[in-house]
């Protein structure tokens, strides 16, 4: 079978796309967080409550806020911070 312009076209482009395709797991760890952030939470992003991310200066806030709550006495906590008992405890 004698090869033809048409074959040579056709794996020239099956060869750019792989080649594109397999630059795309190589994409920056910083650059893939960012986007997920952007994500909105009804379509899979994370939710409003979530922690911030480690190693940013909020996320050093939140964890100095968390172990300050943590070392408060059960009976000073405010109400967001006390654990919420299931109705199976209640039961039981």
Not at 8 to 24: E, K, M, N, R
Not at 36 to 43: E, R
Not at 48 to 69: C, S, V
């Amino acid at each position: 079978m004698p090869i033809r312009a048409r074959h040579i076209a056709a794996l020239v482009a099956v060869a750019l796309a792989c080649l594109g395709l397999s630059g795309c797991g190589t994409i920056n760890e910083k650059l893939a967080a960012g986007m997920s952030d952007s994500i909105p939470a009804w379509a899979g992003g994370l939710p409003a409550d979530a922690p911030p991310r480690p190693g940013t200066a909020k996320y050093d806030e939140y964890m100095k806020e968390r172990e300050r709550k943590r070392l408060m006495p059960a009976a000073e906590r405010p109400e967001e911070a006390k654990p919420v008992s299931s109705s199976n405890d209640a039961i039981h």
